[in-house]
């Protein structure tokens, strides 16, 4: 075997070359211009509570995700041109306007001022009401020997209109003491899981956000449409009755547009190499969401698996 020799000479100059190159660092200061602060609106409407809204101001991409609310705004609803009333205060920058609640199919127009910012402005349109037709349920037993709740919605889509959905359901349980194994008295509600089954729009076109799934109408306009869901959840085996509040929402597509490219930036958020995402707004001179929906509810009372 050769054995590799190398001059103690050339050794030593090589590794002052690379202590050098290592040691050449120059600072170069910039100067980023910050960027305008806008107002950000956060309202989702609908006809079963008083209007409530959250102002902040926009953050840059430098800052903390710190939400910063606007305080002593001046905040205003209007039905078209006519005047409904200003927004009353409260903590954490929301806004909300007492006794007050919007009708389906109507649209409401909000303008904000506060903290020495651009005035802003934002529609929000109730869509009207798309009713159930049907509900069916049962109650399966996976292969893991977990419990399931499969809902079976059938609805008729109103054709010619660009309509988006969103479907979720709230479970009240009786409230469960391990202590001294026995009911407390009190209910609990907690949202469930949704995912689909068998449906291949459900499977590829749904968006989840915060707990309801959202999909549009593109591909069954006018159509009688059924989906197919299930809820796999500990709240079936906490209780021996469950109260099921099952919601069928129909949104302004502003509203869709806002959770489809929300969960986007969600997805991009953190990661260096994925492309920006800009969140949509409806909001004219500022930032964020100002929309309406309309609910049709369907209760359910279930049988659950906890016996005492």
């Known amino acids: 075997m050769k054995k590799l020799k190398i001059r103690s000479g050339l050794l030593l100059s ?3 070359l690379m202590v050098g190159l290592l040691s ?7 100067s980023i211009p910050e960027k305008e602060r806008k107002i950000v ?3 989702l409407i609908n006809p079963e509570k008083n ?12 800052e903390n995700d710190t939400i910063i609310p606007i305080v002593g705004g001046d905040v205003n609803l209007y039905h078209g041109t006519d005047f409904i009333g200003k927004l009353s205060e409260e903590p954490g920058g929301f806004y909300s306007l007492p006794d007050f609640k919007p009708q389906i199919g109507q649209s409401y127009r909000l303008t904000a001022v506060g903290s020495g910012l651009k005035p802003i402005e934002a529609i929000a349109v109730l869509p009207p009401l798309v009713p159930f037709i049907s509900v069916d349920t049962a109650t399966l037993t996976n292969q893991w020997g977990g419990r399931e709740l499969r809902l079976t919605i059938k609805f008729k889509d109103p054709a010619n209109v660009k309509n988006v959905y969103g479907f979720g359901v709230d479970l009240t349980i009786k409230e469960f003491d391990y202590g001294t194994m ?9 949202t469930a899981y949704l995912y689909a089954n068998n449906d291949r ?3 590829d076109e749904t968006h989840y956000f915060e707990g309801k799934l959202y999909f549009d109408d593109l591909l069954f306009d006018g159509l009688t449409k059924t ?5 796999s959840d500990y709240s079936l085996f906490e209780s021996d009755t469950i109260w099921a509040d099952v919601r069928m929402e129909q949104v302004d597509p502003s509203y869709y547009l806002y959770a489809v490219s929300n969960e986007a ?8 190499f994925s492309e920006p995402v800009q969140v949509y707004t409806n909001v004219s001179g500022g930032y964020g969401i100002f929309t309406g929906s309309s609910v049709a509810r369907f209760p359910l009372v279930i049988l659950g698996q906890r016996k005492f």
Do not use: F, M, W
Not at 51 to 62: A, E, Q, T
Not at 227 to 231: F, W
């Open 14 to 16: 090589a590794t002052i």
């Open 24 to 30: 050449c660092e120059k600072v170069i200061d910039i």
């Open 41 to 43: 609106v956060n309202g």
């Open 51 to 62: 209007v409530r809204v959250n102002l902040s101001k926009s953050i840059s991409v430098l």
């Open 182 to 190: 026995s009911y407390t008295g009190r209910k609990v509600t907690s």
């Open 201 to 203: 729009l459900l499977q």
């Open 227 to 231: 989906v197919d869901l299930s809820i």
């Open 265 to 272: 930036y969600q997805g991009a958020h953190g990661n260096p």
